[in-house]
């Protein structure tokens, strides 16, 4: 815990250094961002520096629109409705793709998927393979498992498209892929009218916990190694109109992230908020957020090659119709100045007397 207070001593440091941030004192100084964002766990860093008051303390006014998917805020994002998206990078690659022009500057997670399969479906898993336990219920049942995930296009469906026909080598015909939104999701999971789900947390938990029939069967290094996740993105003249308040916002999305990995409990409070309407349990989001499947990161670099896969399989599958060029998707500058900005302040401590 020490550490981890030094740490976020740093990060304050680095946050209050930063141009302008001395000057916020006001309300003429505060810049005022349209951020869209999905109520997921994968875009958590934002729930905790709203949470913690940080972005208020930064001169920042971020004014939050909720999306039920990410294809529904790609609409929004051709409108020119958002300057700053947190949403997933299948997403963020069709906008870009379709001409929008946003950049993509931090991740938020990795490897957040899970397969969590109920009922007769979860029991076909035990000593048998994937493939096995999909040939046998469909044998049995008479019919193919439905899995329930997000839009086509959504990371948590390209995901499991490609664990099925990649990692697993079988047709998209061998199961029902049904789309849904998120709430919808959980719904129908617990309502046993899917058999499993391509899902993320605190949904892979709280299925878990309410049917003792429920078992996560595949995690994100299964179905496609070192996924990405969420990211943090924003529009190309919001970056070049408004440079001081996007590097006070990159310093609070690494501080939160360092929460997040650190201090789950401390952050479990604000993801709540946001998540679930507030009827999640506060457990339940604790547990989440410790969960394997909770892999919380600010690196882009982390993510850049694992992006290329998703897009080469995506441009194979029709999901992106038009090839993005990787390099100019990711803008890696933010993150480097501000890593390099908390680095040198760490250093500095530890110098310290």
Known sequence: MLRFTRRLGAMALLLFALPGLAQADTADDVT??????MPILPVAQLFVMEGEGWTEEAGLDLELTRFSSGPAMVQA????ELDVMYFGIGPAMVARANGVPLKVLAASIKEQIGLVARGDFAGEFDNATAQEAIAHFTETQGRKPKIATFPKGSVPDTVLRYYLTQQLGLSLDSVDIVAMGADRVQQALLAGAVDAASILEPILTTVQERD?????????????PNQPGAVLAARESVLADQPEAMQRLMALHIRATDMLVNDPERAAPHVREFVGKRLVPLSTVEAALRSPSSNYLSDPHAIIDATRVMRDFQLDNGTLRQSVDIEALFDTGLYDAAKAE????????ASAP
């Open 32 to 37: 005022t961002l349209q951020v869209g964002y």
């Open 342 to 349: 908390l680095d040198e302040g760490n250093d500095g401590e």
């Open 77 to 80: 994002l051709a409108s020119g």
């Open 212 to 224: 003792d029939s429920a078992r996560v069967v595949a995690r994100g290094g299964d179905m496609l």
